[in-house]
């Protein structure tokens, strides 16, 4: 039997964030053949979590709100089953606004609840990918293929665009100008474990509007780590400013920014950049098919919006229209 990557599949998604597992959910769920392939760790994507020692952060999302009809279902659902919990209604002393759902043990939760039965591939960083007789074929890192009727597409834009380049992939030129100037803010991010409690009021996070700093959460008080320890993100100004400057001098930055906050002492942290934290515009469609024949779809946070939610819901419109319009039923 030849290697997992050298079998043809029927749809195969980049990208195992919430968007390319949502998508993958509902194409499993109707029956299609899926792979995931993803060149992280674990999957999850902008909803990662980390681990220093005992401590347990979120460093990407921080908490998952739900609008529309579909995915107020799936955070009760995911509520009922103990893959979500909610964190809080607001971070304001006595707050009462929407849930703010928080994932067991940490964020990457609801996308491994969708990815129950389907195969995702870790650590495997696509190349390219090439149109050749009426499939996609699709090159790894370290030269191994794979061969797909279908691709949906789910890294943030500038890095789509990269890969539809490496297959000298053509699109209409005003298109490619305006995928191509899609911008997305950074973010640098702290994770530091403390000596003690925070001091931080529940729930145990704070957002600010000006500073260096725009959001602090306690990763103890908001109950996914058995230690004292926080995340730290930068302000998209600062992360801007200092993303190419020494990783320590910007870690030192932040912690002497969030002083007047925190009781105990900084024992250990890591630095994380975030080089696409944030679309800067949201595409008008929920999802864009590249080529009908074979087909090729584009979804993500940029297409239905820039949270967990925008990017299930650009990952669902993905999946429906391949059902729908292009794959043979
Ligand atoms: C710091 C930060 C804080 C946030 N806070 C919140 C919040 O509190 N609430 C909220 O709702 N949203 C928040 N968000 C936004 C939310 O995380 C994203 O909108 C959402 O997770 C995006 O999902 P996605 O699937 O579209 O993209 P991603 O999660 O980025 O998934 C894309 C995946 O593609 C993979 N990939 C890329 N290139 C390749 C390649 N060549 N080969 C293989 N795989 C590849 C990546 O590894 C990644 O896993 C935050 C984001 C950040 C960064």
Same mark, same amino acid.
């Given at each position: 039997?030849?290697?997992?990557?050298?079998r043809? /599949?029927?749809?195969?998604?980049?990208?195992?964030?919430?968007?390319?597992?949502?998508?993958?959910?509902?194409?499993?769920g109707?029956?299609?053949?899926?792979r995931?392939?993803?060149?992280?760790?674990?999957?999850?994507?902008?909803?990662?979590?980390?681990?220093?020692?005992?401590a347990?952060?979120?460093?990407?999302?921080?908490?998952? @709100?739900?609008?529309?009809e579909?995915? &107020?279902?799936? @955070?009760?659902?995911?509520g009922?089953q103990g @893959?979500?919990?909610?964190?809080?209604?607001?971070?304001?002393?006595?707050?009462?606004?929407?849930?703010?759902?928080r994932?067991?043990p940490?964020?990457?939760?609801?996308?491994?609840?969708?990815?129950?039965?389907?195969e995702?591939?870790?650590?495997?960083?696509?190349e390219s990918?090439?149109c050749?007789?009426?499939?996609?074929?699709v090159t790894?890192?370290?030269g191994?293929? /794979?061969r797909?009727?279908?691709?949906?597409?789910t890294?943030?834009i500038?890095?789509?665009?990269?890969?539809?380049?490496?297959g000298?992939?053509?699109m209409?030129?005003?298109?490619?100008?305006?995928?191509?100037?899609?911008?997305?803010? &950074?973010c640098?991010?702290?994770?530091? $474990?403390?000596?003690?409690?925070?001091?931080?009021?529940s729930?145990?996070?704070?957002?600010?509007e000006?500073?260096?700093?725009?959001?602090?959460?306690?990763n103890?008080?908001?109950?996914?780590?058995?230690?004292? &320890?926080l @995340?730290?993100?930068a302000s998209?100004?600062?992360?801007?400013?200092?993303?190419?400057?020494?990783?320590?001098?910007?870690?030192?930055?932040?912690?002497?920014?969030?002083?007047?906050w $925190?009781?105990s002492?900084?024992?250990?942290?890591?630095?994380?950049?975030?080089?696409?934290?944030k679309?800067?515009?949201?595409e008008?469609?929920?999802?864009?098919?590249?080529?009908?024949?074979?087909?090729l779809?584009?979804?993500?946070?940029?297409?239905?919006?820039?949270k967990?939610?925008g990017a299930?819901?650009?990952?669902?419109?993905?999946?429906?229209?391949?059902?729908?319009?292009?794959?043979?039923?």
């Amino acid at each position: 039997m030849p290697p997992p990557s050298d079998r043809h /599949i029927e749809v195969l998604v980049i990208g195992a964030g919430m968007s390319g597992m949502a998508a993958a959910a509902d194409l499993a769920g109707a029956g299609k053949q899926v792979r995931v392939v993803d060149k992280g760790r674990d999957l999850g994507g902008r909803m990662a979590s980390r681990r220093i020692g005992e401590a347990v952060f979120d460093h990407g999302a921080q908490f998952i @709100t739900a609008r529309s009809e579909r995915f &107020c279902e799936i @955070t009760r659902e995911c509520g009922n089953q103990g @893959t979500l919990q909610e964190w809080c209604r607001g971070f304001s002393p006595g707050a009462m606004g929407n849930p703010r759902w928080r994932g067991v043990p940490d964020m990457t939760a609801l996308p491994k609840h969708l990815a129950r039965g389907i195969e995702v591939c870790l650590e495997k960083r696509v190349e390219s990918i090439r149109c050749e007789s009426e499939s996609w074929h699709v090159t790894l890192e370290g030269g191994a293929s /794979i061969r797909a009727d279908a691709i949906i597409l789910t890294p943030p834009i500038p890095q789509s665009m990269a890969l539809l380049d490496s297959g000298n992939f053509q699109m209409p030129p005003d298109l490619k100008s305006r995928l191509s100037a899609s911008s997305y803010e &950074c973010c640098l991010a702290v994770l530091a $474990v403390l000596d003690g409690p925070s001091g931080l009021s529940s729930p145990g996070g704070m957002a600010f509007e000006e500073g260096p700093v725009s959001w602090l959460a306690d990763n103890q008080l908001k109950g996914i780590s058995p230690i004292p &320890c926080l @995340t730290i993100h930068a302000s998209p100004e600062f992360s801007q400013q200092h993303w190419d400057a020494d990783r320590e001098e910007v870690a030192a930055l932040l912690l002497r920014a969030i002083k007047p906050w $925190v009781r105990s002492n900084v024992i250990d942290f890591q630095v994380h950049g975030w080089r696409y934290s944030k679309p800067t515009q949201v595409e008008s469609e929920p999802c864009m098919v590249m080529n009908t024949h074979p087909p090729l779809v584009m979804a993500g946070d940029a297409f239905a919006g820039p949270k967990v939610e925008g990017a299930a819901c650009s990952g669902w419109a993905a999946a429906a229209v391949l059902l729908d319009k292009l794959l043979p039923s």
